[in-house]
């Protein structure tokens, strides 16, 4: 098992994931329009976390981050149907966290998450009040009424993984 983070580089074998990432996005985001979807997970300014198990895709969250504002916005978060709830979605969290801080330099995300994924991402430290000061982000995230804001402050020192 082991958790990567790429973006659209034009190399196969990271081609081949990320359609895959697109695939298991489509299906358990059923809300979201396909092409929404590709176009996100493909575009250049966007990255994607993967658990990556015996060469395949298990799940992945895709993100945007902004750099100079030094947070991210989480785009999409899903785990494959059959490997839900067996804590991948933790793992891929904590790789996520430590990627974009240690990386990306980020102190903060950002998600509109939905509303049956809002536990989830409670116990993934995010919380519904907004503590981000708003000139960081107001017009860097579209609004969008299919979900509630959410938030979370990535701690500085803490390691996410081992
Ligand atoms: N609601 C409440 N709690 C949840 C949910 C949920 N939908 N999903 C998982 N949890 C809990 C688990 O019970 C677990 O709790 P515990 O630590 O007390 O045992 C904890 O969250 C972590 O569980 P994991 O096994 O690590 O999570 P999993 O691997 O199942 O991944 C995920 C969670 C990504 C939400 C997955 O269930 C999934 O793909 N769901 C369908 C797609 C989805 O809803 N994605 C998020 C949409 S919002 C967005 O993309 C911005």
Not at 134 to 157: A, N, Q, S, T, V
């Amino acid at each position: 098992l082991k958790f990567v983070c790429l973006s659209n580089d034009g190399i196969d074998e990271h081609m081949v994931w990320l359609v895959g990432l697109k695939n298991i996005f489509a299906r358990q985001l059923p809300n979201m329009p396909k092409e929404y979807i590709v176009r996100l997970v493909m575009d250049r300014s966007h990255k994607s976390v993967m658990v990556i198990r015996r060469n395949h895709v298990v799940g992945g969250i895709t993100y945007r981050p902004y750099v100079s504002q030094r947070f991210g916005e989480i785009a999409f978060c899903a785990i494959t149907a059959d490997e839900q709830v067996k804590g991948y979605g933790t793992r891929l969290m904590n790789h996520l966290k430590q990627h974009a801080r240690d990386v990306d330099g980020l102190t903060h995300f950002l998600t509109y998450a939905d509303n049956n994924a809002v536990g989830y991402f409670i116990k993934q430290g995010f919380t519904k009040e907004i503590y981000l000061e708003k000139d960081r982000w107001h017009g860097y995230i579209k609004d969008y009424d299919g979900g509630i804001l959410m938030e979370c402050k990535i701690d500085p020192k803490l390691p996410y993984t081992d």
